[in-house]
């Protein structure tokens, strides 16, 4: 029988002159729930942090606070971060082009922009060029060269295509931008100065898979999605500038047609992250990057939460995801004030 490590659903945040308490149930009772009917999932993990405090955390099944798995698609976002750190520190642009730094690219390449390619707007096919993942066979120099070979499927800034192939190429170019490789970038950039001794890609740096490979833990991504809800702000210095945060999470695909996408629900995608939720002005208030194993990072704006949920199963339904994030925030909505209150010790 599986069991389950949890945390109490019924949490407290202290405050003046009444505690807030937040109770978690629906929330652990979908987890345990999720458990029991999905046959490839051995285990999950979930963290709520809202004003720098955790709310609520749990493991269930075989899953610790040190499991490390493969996320898939949420590498997208850590990958963006870490680009967004170049762009603010002027080593590139997000308008910078593949002819800047390929001269040798396809002709119809060459004016791709380093934001087409992080938006999936960057015309090139949505279809995952066999390069990615061959650690064995290519070096992320070659895999680029190979993507920018391939046929266009739209014309440069005219469609949406979620792919990884443009993520692969924009890897490339920040190589060529700083003269390391990608995964010295990426911890340079990313996972030393947010303390994530646990997070990088699954094998060798040689070709790393930047749009899908990174394996982490909830430890790890945590500190991701509590900086973002920070506006950039992390453990009292400045990681990103707010402005550069919400330029991630402007709709950078501009409006144009969407003819393959994972998520027809989101309001758009901006630069490694989905758009789920957008007030009247077209802010984003939710924005995730949600992988293909089930593993969940979003930040809500308006409720000031971040939230990690870490699985690993191809089974999961994706409709799941979506009633988690809505359970939380119901949960995070609607607390109970109890006057008199004492947190534990």
């Known amino acids: 029988m599986r069991t389950a490590c949890l945390f109490l659903g019924l949490v407290t945040a202290a405050s003046t002159p009444a505690a807030v308490v937040y109770d978690f149930t629906p929330v652990t009772q979908q987890m345990i729930a999720l458990l029991q009917t999905t046959p490839d999932m051995d285990g999950a993990s979930l963290i709520v942090i809202r004003g720098g ?123 060529i931008a700083t003269g390391k490789a990608w995964a010295q970038i990426f911890s340079d950039e990313l996972t030393s100065p947010l303390g994530m001794p646990d997070t990088g890609f699954n094998f060798g740096n040689a070709n790393p898979q930047i749009a899908g490979g990174v394996s982490s833990t909830l430890a790890d991504y945590s500190h991701v999605v509590q900086m973002v809800v920070q506006q950039g702000q992390w453990d009292g210095a400045t990681f990103l500038s707010a402005s550069g945060i919400a330029r991630m999470q402007l709709d950078q695909t501009h409006g144009v047609p969407m003819v393959s996408t994972p998520d027809p629900f989101a309001f758009g995608y901006g630069y490694g992250e989905w758009r789920n939720s957008i007030d009247a002005q077209g802010t984003a208030i939710q924005v995730s990057s949600t992988g293909a194993f089930g593993s969940s990072p979003w930040v809500d704006n308006k409720t000031g939460v971040a939230a990690f949920f870490l699985t690993y199963s191809q089974d999961l339904d994706k409709a799941d995801i979506r009633l988690l994030w809505a359970n939380v925030n119901g949960v995070v909505t609607d607390p109970i004030f109890s006057a008199g209150f004492e947190a534990g010790p």
């Open 53 to 175: 405090v955790v709310l609520y955390e749990s493991h269930l099944g075989t899953f610790t606070p040190t499991t490390r798995v493969p996320i898939a698609s949420a590498s997208k976002w850590l990958s963006a971060l870490t680009i967004e750190r170049l762009v603010e520190r002027g080593e590139m642009s997000w308008t910078d082009t593949v002819g800047q730094y390929m001269p040798d690219a396809p002709p119809d390449k060459q004016t791709i922009t380093l934001g087409q390619l992080f938006s999936h707007t960057s015309g090139l096919t949505h279809v995952a060029d066999a390069c990615l993942g061959d650690h064995l066979h290519f070096t992320l120099a070659s895999c680029a060269d190979e993507i920018l070979a391939s046929p266009l499927e739209s014309p440069p800034g005219t469609a949406f295509a979620y792919t990884g192939n443009g993520m692969q190429v924009g890897g490339r170019m920040a190589e």
